[in-house]
DNA sequence: GCAAGGTC
């Protein structure tokens, strides 16, 4: 059998194409975690069977280790020196796995990574995946290529290299960096901020060495305005009226901040009266087509012209991507391929409704070659591949869609030429001007009419003659303050600072509008929040790097030279590590400047929310801070307790947790199905028993618990065995569909029901029962819970008229014609899956921690 | 609950 070489691209797309061109069309293809496309070939000179496949981004990406995760027993300065560990990016999708299997019998792996220092990274990351090793005859190759073109991935195949391992270190050390330091002032100001104001309304108060530059050129915008002091300034304008125009010609002198001075003029020039015209000039002017689409500019323009922010811009173009309307959206490049089919690309276009007609003057006239822009050896600029109507993509996807089909015309257009003709005058030794434009060739501005070149007309003069002048004004006017800056220039600032790549840019303002450090206005102008501005206010205060975007460019530049050989990658990081851990302890230690920003602004816990819940502690109210995180604050002992998020908080009946004294509180979710349960406030924060699975609320990571702001142990959860609002009491049966225990809402007459305690299944009971509760009795049958359901008077289905009826609602006819399963599967008595189930839930008593006893209580 | 970088 022929021997086997693997191929592995970036993307799934780039993987269809090198096999593609490579099989030429022949292949057969099988769906695995990414497509498998495979055919027979010639490889250096030998008959082979090709296997092209790919990951999807990164495989792995960074994290600390476990023992840090928890934010509560770390201190954030531990962070710099800690562990890291390398986690497969998306578990779910198998990469890892997809690898190892499909390099299994293969002599030869050749690397279709994209040509950038991520992509020399990620080669590693496969190459770690597939257990792949230089040895026994095998090799490992890199194919170099700048598109995906049937030229540039032969050329590849003929000029394989090696992979590079200082690039792919450079990553790894930017990746250290980035984590290290975003996340150790993350956790600290977050921890520091939200355990002293109750009105922040942020959960998280993040630091990055990206969001927060970015962050800053908004904040440094908002000062500028806030500080702006305008000035008056006076103009000077004579007016000509020649043949049959009213002219107003513009002073040399543009403006003078001096009323005085510029009143003196206007005498002057009064005084002389006539105007005579010095010089008469032509000159043809040409406006330049655009180069090819990159994505930040598609973002800037669908931003500023069509009002689409970048994230949804990118989302509307990637989908535009997948249905095969443009080709793929993120690239750098502005420059096309040598090989590009702009032949083809017209074609495609030739017969559209819209584009159409121009297209074919065109291709009639000779499509004129593009400028030649820059090429970054990632993709080709964005172009459309085939033909579109706004009726087959929806308004929004239409303009995007417009837009790129635009820009693409144009840059295959003529120049605009006008010529542009100057009249220069002179009165009283002052100079004076007027411009006139007329328009000869319209070129791109015909396709691109926002761009187009107005006409002025002017009359004709004479070199030489003097003219009356009909008036003259002084015109007064004040400098303005800067307006915010759009998204749109944010993102020119983003790219110009380094800041950013074009697939995270949009995502670092996105973060920033999230954390509500930004807010987008009218004409998408990024308008900083008193939270964004007291942040970055306090960088200024006590290290200005951290919020310049200086910061950012000093991480590049010395990754750079791990990239480029000049220096040890562990050295580097090391280096870096310990500049950021001297800033971040002397930011630690100043933390009160930026503190008095925040008190000034913000108001303390103590002062903020409503009175709830006594303290088992002091016996004192706390008071419920609503914003998130929600959490109760104990003024006397000064602590915190994080309750459930996002839902509502009542008193429960002034009834009291017996583990702790604390009061208890009602949380419900919003809407009519939201569910309702008791919880403590300590025991929530604290759970008093180990082995509590699945903590409400808590993230769903694989291995540990950890009690994150707003997860904790309900009653629902509660093992206690005698407490009457645990699990063990409330507990009525197993949950059909999971491994979760059915218990009574005790608040949610007169629509009664139960719900599981892990899913989100629930039951309803006897609608309008005037009370419904668990008793102490078990079903012999079945062993649920005994209920005891009082029924109202004038609705009871009891035959001798009674209200009151105790029974198992599996197993007693009544009840269990009464009840509905409300989500999912049914819910019967004999679910053929035995009665064991039905023992799990109160009856299971082996659930019960062996710490727990009397003793605790 | 944390960063920034890939990509879906």
């Known amino acids: 059998m022929a021997p086997k070489v693997l191929m592995v691209a970036e993307k799934p797309s780039i993987a269809l194409s090198i096999a593609t061109v490579l099989s030429g069309g022949r292949m057969s293809t099988r769906r695995v975690s990414t497509e498998v496309h495979e055919f027979e070939g010639k490889f250096l000179g030998f008959p082979v069977l090709y296997r092209v496949t790919s990951v999807i981004g990164h495989v792995f990406s960074l994290d600390f280790h476990g023992r ?3 934010w509560n027993a770390t201190n954030p300065l531990d962070l710099f020196d800690a562990p890291t560990v390398k986690a497969e990016s998306t578990p779910k999708a198998h990469i890892v796995r997809h690898l190892n299997q499909e390099a299994r019998g293969c002599g030869h792996l050749v690397l279709w990574l994209d040509c950038d220092r991520e992509g020399e990274n990620i080669c590693f990351e496969v190459i770690e995946s597939t257990g792949f090793q230089s040895k026994d005859g095998k090799k490992i190759y890199r194919a170099r290529f700048s598109s995906v073109t049937e030229k540039d991935i032969l050329n590849a195949m003929s000029n394989l290299v090696e992979p590079n391992k200082n690039e792919a270190l450079a990553v790894d050390a930017r990746q250290e960096i980035d984590l290290k330091v975003g996340v150790a002032f993350t956790r600290f100001q977050t921890s520091y901020f939200n355990g002293k104001y109750g009105n922040l309304d942020s959960r998280v108060i993040s630091y990055g060495p990206c969001q927060t530059p970015t962050l800053g050129f908004c904040v440094q915008r908002h000062l500028d305005i806030s500080t702006f002091k305008p000035e008056k300034f006076w103009a000077l304008h004579p007016y000509i009226l020649h043949q049959g125009y009213e002219l107003k010609l513009q002073w040399e002198r543009h403006r ?22 010095i010089r008469i000039s032509e000159k043809q002017e040409s406006k330049s087509r655009p180069s090819g689409l990159n994505t930040v500019k598609l973002l800037k323009i669908a931003s500023s012209a069509m009002g689409l922010g970048p994230q949804l811009a990118m989302q509307l173009a990637e989908r535009l991507y997948t249905q095969g309307y443009i080709s793929y959206p993120r690239t750098e490049s502005t420059a096309y391929p040598s090989s590009f089919d702009y032949k083809g690309t017209l ?11 121009y297209v074919q003057l065109l291709l009639s006239d000779g499509y004129h070659k593009p400028r030649s822009g820059t090429d970054v050896g ?3 600029p964005i172009t459309p591949m085939c033909s579109a109507t706004e009726d087959m993509l929806g308004h929004d996807s239409w303009k995007l869609y417009q837009y790129i089909c635009q820009h693409f015309l144009g840059t295959l257009s003529p120049e605009c030429k006008y010529i542009k003709r100057t009249v220069e005058f002179e009165s009283g030794g002052e100079s004076f001007h007027c411009v006139g434009q007329h328009v000869t060739t319209k070129g791109f501005t015909s396709i691109m009419p926002w761009l187009a070149v107005s006409e002025k007309n002017i009359p004709q003069f004479t070199e030489g003659k003097k003219i009356d002048i009909a008036r003259i004004e002084v015109e007064e006017g004040s400098t303005q303050p800067p307006d915010y800056l759009t998204e749109s220039e944010v993102i020119s600032l983003m790219e110009k600072n380094g800041i950013g790549t074009d697939a995270s840019i949009p995502v670092h303002i996105n973060n920033i509008c999230e954390r509500n450090y930004v807010q987008v206005q009218a004409g998408r102008r990024l308008v900083p929040t008193v939270l964004g501005i007291s942040l970055i206010r306090g960088y200024q205060c006590i290290d200005p790097d951290l919020c310049l975007p200086d910061i950012r460019s000093f991480i590049e530049h010395q990754i750079g030279l791990v990239a480029k050989g000049q220096a040890d990658h562990s050295l580097v990081v090391q280096h870096v590590i310990e500049q950021f851990r001297r800033k971040f302890t002397y930011f630690v230690k100043q933390i009160e400047d930026m503190d008095a920003l925040f008190e000034a602004e913000f108001s303390p816990l103590s002062d903020t929310g409503r009175v709830l819940s006594k ?14 995180p929600s959490r109760l604050y104990c003024g006397t002992c000064e602590e915190i307790y994080y309750t459930p998020q996002k839902g509502t908080i009542k008193l429960y009946k002034e009834l009291t947790c017996p583990l702790d004294n604390f009061e208890l509180l009602i949380f419900s979710l919003p809407g009519p199905e939201g569910k309702s349960f008791p919880f403590c ?21 694989a291995g540990a618990v950890t009690l994150g702001k707003g997860a904790g142990m309900p009653c629902f959860q509660c093992p206690h065995p005698t407490c009457p609002h645990s699990m063990i009491s409330q507990g009525v049966c197993a949950c059909p569909e999971c491994d979760g225990t059915l218990v009574l809402d005790p608040v949610s007459a007169p629509k009664w029901r139960l719900y599981c305690n892990m899913c989100n299944c629930f039951v309803s009971l006897p609608e309008g029962a005037h009370r419904i509760s668990t008793t102490k009795d078990h079903c012999p049958n079945c062993d649920s819970t005994i209920l005891e359901v009082d029924f109202n008077k004038k609705t009871t289905p009891l035959k001798d008229g009674g209200t009151l009826h105790v029974g198992c609602i599996l197993c007693d006819e009544l009840l269990h014609s009464l009840v509905e399963m409300k989500h999912g599967r049914s819910f019967f008595r004999n679910r053929g899956r035995g009665r064991g189930r039905g023992r799990r ?3 299971n008593r082996k659930q019960q921690d062996p710490k727990m006893s009397f003793r605790d209580f």
């Not at 009323?259 to 002389?272: L, R």
């Not at 074609?347 to 007609?357: I, S, T, V, Y």
Request: proline fraction near 6%; hydrophobic fraction near 30%.
């Open 256 to 277: 003078l901040f001096d009323s005085d001075t510029a009143h003196m003029f206007q005498n002057i020039v009064k005084e002389d009266g006539r105007l005579k015209v």
């Open 347 to 357: 074609g495609a276009l030739a017969r559209n409704p819209e584009f159409g007609n």
């Open 841 to 843: 839930g109160r009856g």
């Open 68 to 70: 840090y995760q928890d």
């Open 378 to 380: 990632d993709h080709p």
């Open 681 to 701: 406030p300590y025991c929530y924060n604290s759970p008093p028993f180990e082995g509590i699975g699945n903590l409400y609320g808590a993230a769903k990571t």
């Open 615 to 628: 303290c088992g502690k002091c016996l004192r109210y706390m008071k419920l801070i609503a914003s998130q």
